[in-house]
């Protein structure tokens, strides 16, 4: 077991180290890159030696791919978490390609485009970042699982839209039978079959990686390609009737698999459920602290800002950074809450936060900090932690004894009022900034063009909320809505 644990400890090690280093020669390429952007592009030679940093971070992101490949094959029985864990880091650099945009980077450096080429370094960061993370987690298992869910909802997507091409099909085949069609209008029929059904046979073999859990998913998409298949020699054969019939039971077992597909995906939701909400709960946590100390060096850097000084100002648009990172951490729950889908508000409630955010980071790049924008920021703190509450009281599980207890669904009513929680901050918040844009235009702080986008965020945001409204009313039975328990 010791022995297990140190292999564990030294392939995450390695893996970091690797990850650590080509973060770093990011690092150092993209603040190399901001400066000699900011000259006039007449030297080369910095411009050379940035490059050559960017083809050093390239070589080591290589490396990295390989040796994750290499070492998840000799542990993938010994160790098959870990494997898991380096397979699906592979997999994550490989779909978005942050190999290929680091030559890309690399390419732009070499024809001096620098500023482009500082926005992809940036860009690819972020990327690292997120693989860094993923490699270094410990818990890998849930990581798996959300990668299953994202995978399984493609794969229903592709499902959805191979139904509706095979009734179209069947639909072309129908009006082929009653024209009496000729030999090339069923050649064009049979090709658009046989490309059905090759999508058919590649859907099954990717859900087969579920195992047991997408059996009667496997079994209905085997069936549905054979249909098509018979369908195809049909068409060939220029004989429309036998061939609609194949087409009917091919849509048969879509559908079968279609929603075998949304069952499997509700399961795993589920089974993911618990762990993601704390994990959402743990960030709002993380963005409150990282943004009560970004407000707290505002706080102490006014005076000084005030007065124009330099490094004053130079220090608080570095803050900016900071602030992309909760902004980063922000959009990250937001995508965890539509992923698993166990809140229907708050991936809403903290876009409208988020809003907040980068306009706080547009002021920091400004190096603005006066009480505008520190009074900003504590209303940022503010908000995130109103809906923190609101998930922990979520998170109260119920009981027929202690209330919660819906007599009717006998769901957890606790998640429904924490809905309506977050329902009612998210209505206060539009409220408030409606007043503050209010004043800011009698005050003419405003621009034509902010004052209309502001505008225009605000609707957006009011109809969100009339919408959210209505469908988590449509979505609640009518005892959590009397109240019985």
């Known amino acids: 077991m010791e022995v297990r644990e140190m292999l564990n400890g030294k392939i995450t090690m390695a893996t970091g180290l690797v990850m650590m280093f080509v973060i770093t020669q990011m690092m150092g390429s993209v603040s190399a890159a901001e400066k000699v952007a900011a000259d006039d592009g007449k030297k080369i030679a910095p411009q050379t030696q940035i490059q050559f940093e960017q083809?050093?971070?390239?070589?080591?992101?290589?490396?990295?791919?390989?040796?994750?490949?290499?070492?998840?094959?000799?542990?993938?029985?010994?160790?098959?978490?870990?494997?898991?864990?380096l397979l699906l880091g592979l997999r994550k650099a490989r779909e978005q390609l942050i190999l290929d945009r680091m030559g890309e980077a690399s390419k732009m450096l070499d024809d001096l485009k620098l500023d482009k080429a500082s926005q992809e370094q940036k860009e690819i960061l972020v990327l690292l970042e997120e693989l860094k993370k993923l490699l270094l987690t410990a818990d890998i298992g849930l990581e798996l699982k959300l990668e299953q869910l994202r995978k399984l909802i493609d794969s229903r997507e592709t499902l959805n839209k191979l139904l509706k091409k095979e009734e179209l099909q069947l639909s072309n085949t129908l009006d082929q039978q009653k024209k009496s069609g000729n030999k090339k209008d069923f050649k064009a029929l049979e090709t658009s079959e046989q490309r059905n059904q090759k999508s058919a046979e590649n859907l099954e073999q990717m859900l087969r990686e579920y195992g047991p859990a997408s059996e009667s998913i496997c079994k209905s998409l085997s069936g549905a390609g054979k249909c098509m298949g018979g369908a195809c020699k049909k068409l060939g054969a220029s004989q429309p009737k036998p061939a609609s019939e194949e087409q009917k039971k091919a849509i048969e077992q879509l559908s079968s698999a279609q929603q075998d597909t949304k069952k499997l995906e509700d399961q795993l939701r589920k089974e993911v459920e618990s762990l993601v909400r704390q994990r959402v709960m743990d960030q709002l946590q993380d963005m409150i602290t990282q943004q009560k100390q970004i407000r707290e060096v505002t706080t102490k850097l006014q005076d000084r800002v005030a007065q124009k000084q330099k490094q004053a100002l130079a220090a608080v648009r570095r803050l900016s950074t900071s602030e992309e990172k909760i902004i980063s951490v922000c959009s990250e729950s937001i995508e965890l809450c539509e992923l698993t889908q166990f809140s229907l508000v708050l991936p809403v409630a903290l876009g409208a936060v988020r809003e907040q955010m980068e306009l706080v980071d547009e002021g920091l790049l400004r190096a603005q900090a006066d009480k505008e924008m520190i009074a900003d920021q504590k209303r940022i703190e503010t908000d995130l932690q109103a809906l923190l509450d609101a998930m922990m009281d979520a998170s109260r599980p119920s009981s027929k004894n202690g209330g919660g207890q819906c007599k009717g669904c006998k769901g957890n009513r606790n998640k429904l009022l924490a809905e309506v929680k977050m329902l009612r901050w998210m209505q206060q918040s539009v409220h408030t900034r409606t007043d503050q844009l209010d004043k800011q235009i009698e005050q003419k702080k405003i621009t034509e063009t902010s004052r209309q986008e502001r505008i225009e965020l605000l609707s957006v945001r009011q109809?969100?909320?009339?919408?959210?409204?209505?469908?988590l009313h449509s979505m609640t039975c009518p005892h959590c809505l009397a109240g019985d328990e």
Do not use: Y
Request: hydrophobic share 35%.
């Open 55 to 85: 083809d050093k971070a390239k070589a080591h992101m290589q490396e990295l791919e390989e040796r994750m490949f290499r070492l998840s094959k000799l542990i993938r029985d010994s160790q098959p978490d870990d494997a898991a864990r």
């Open 463 to 471: 109809k969100e909320i009339d919408l959210i409204t209505g469908r």
